[in-house]
């Protein structure tokens, strides 16, 4: 408590206007704490590849990454979540920064903005920690792409990373470059490293739409760096439609992905080990999309212990489903896609992919369905994609991947209960 004096004789006017300014602006500050719920995640990816995966770990030192992200919801401030997973040592990061995306590996000129971290410019996270930085004020526009520039000091050993990212990203030539306009490019990487989501402050208390799944949701097989990704289309769709509530999309897949084990250690944790982190962790999140098993099935039938059973599948399912529902979280069970003509396509398999489905379609333990089977499959040979809609019989591209959010049914999202 502060002593009680008299305001009348020991404060002049002056004074009080000026305590009633920063009262005032003490309001707004408060309005983006971390705790406020307007915050929302706008964009984020999974930490795959494992460091036993046999991966040359590549180390980073004295060089900058700009890592290029797509927005799905706006916001009047930000805040960046990074992740040392899977690294083999603390990890510096000596400065970061956030831009508006240009071209390439260029930034707007004028919109670069530090990013702190307990007011401070630079941080380690510790072995397998997580850290966020402090809000920032940045005007974050929908359906945009953000620069997001990171300085490593000390030689990194392996990084954290989503590692197939279908967006071109880069690594510099020696120096902090993290508020260059124009980087100064060594090479071009594939994968988000260390960063793990974008949260925005959204004064409509957006929520968050997690969709979650393997490499078809990952959108490999879109264009690189061109958002043509099937949760990308989805984003644009509900932006456009003013009749539903306004959301964010955000990506939880990673390729070669399984509900139930670990097919190679490129391909991350299994679903249900990740989910914690790569769901349930983020931000403001009130619905998800669930999309996988097809790796459960396809991989499984070259695996010593024999082709997954739909029961293991769906007993993976249900547990998610639980621990989504004791957050709040509506769980939307998705169709898997045809797979025949795919290089790990059996007959036996195929047989398990409809008893899945038909578990998505009809046991009713989903809050709702999207059939992306139906979105995609060759009527004329209903367990292929449709020939203009794939190259390799198993991912969708930028056509197929549009087909899919197009058949998406959004009365699935106007009831906010």
């Avoid at 260059?180 to 402050?201: C, G, H, M, Y």
């Avoid at 082709?307 to 621990?323: F, M, N």
């Avoid at 025949?340 to 989903?366: C, D, K, L």
């Amino acid at each position: 408590m502060y002593p009680r004096i008299s305001l009348r004789k020991s404060i002049t006017p002056l004074i009080l206007i000026l305590l009633a300014g920063i009262s005032l602006s003490g309001v707004g500050l408060q309005a983006q704490e971390h705790s406020d719920q307007r915050w929302v995640t706008t964009w984020s990816t999974s930490p795959s590849t494992l460091p036993d995966s046999g991966d040359d770990p590549a180390a980073i030192e004295d060089q900058t990454l700009r890592l290029i992200v797509h927005t799905s919801v706006g916001g009047s401030s930000v805040r960046l979540r990074f992740s040392n997973l899977h690294g083999d040592r603390p990890m510096l990061i000596g400065s970061t920064t956030v831009a508006l995306h240009s071209e390439g590996s260029s930034i707007q000129t004028g919109s670069s903005k530090g990013v702190s971290f307990g007011g401070e410019p630079s941080i380690t996270i510790p072995l397998g920690a997580v850290v966020i930085s402090d809000p920032l004020a940045f005007d974050v526009p929908e359906l945009s792409n953000l620069g997001i520039s990171l300085y490593l000091p000390e030689a990194s050993g392996f990084l954290t990373a989503h590692a197939l990212s279908n967006q071109i990203n880069y690594i510099s030539a020696a120096g902090n470059h993290t508020t260059s306009t124009n980087l100064p490019v060594a090479s071009e990487t594939p994968a988000w490293n260390l960063l793990t989501a974008i949260d925005v402050f959204n004064s409509n208390e957006v929520t968050a739409i997690a969709t979650v799944g393997d490499s078809i949701t990952d959108g490999w097989g879109s264009t690189a760096s061109a958002n043509q990704r099937w949760p990308n289309h989805f984003a644009r769709r509900l932006s456009a439609d003013n009749s539903t509530a306004e959301f964010a999309v955000i990506n939880a897949g990673i390729s070669g992905n399984r509900v139930t084990t670990e097919g190679s250690s490129r391909f991350g944790q299994n679903l249900q080990a990740r989910f914690e982190r790569d769901v349930l962790a983020l931000s403001n999140v009130s619905h998800m999309v669930l999309m996988e098993g097809i790796n459960d099935i396809g991989m499984s039938s070259g695996d010593p212990g024999g082709l997954v059973s739909a029961s293991t599948v769906i007993a993976g399912y249900k547990q998610l489903i639980t621990r989504a529902h004791t957050h709040g979280i509506k769980v939307i069970g998705a169709t898997l896609t045809p797979y025949e003509g795919a290089g790990y396509y059996t007959p036996e398999g195929e047989v398990v992919r409809q008893t899945v489905n038909n578990f998505i379609r009809t046991s009713g333990e989903f809050d709702g369905v999207i059939d992306f089977e139906k979105a995609v499959q060759d009527p004329a040979n209903p367990s292929r994609i449709l020939p203009s809609f794939t190259e390799d019989n198993l991912h969708p591209n930028d056509a197929g991947y549009k087909a899919m959010a197009d058949v998406i049914d959004l009365d699935l999202f106007r009831l906010a209960d």
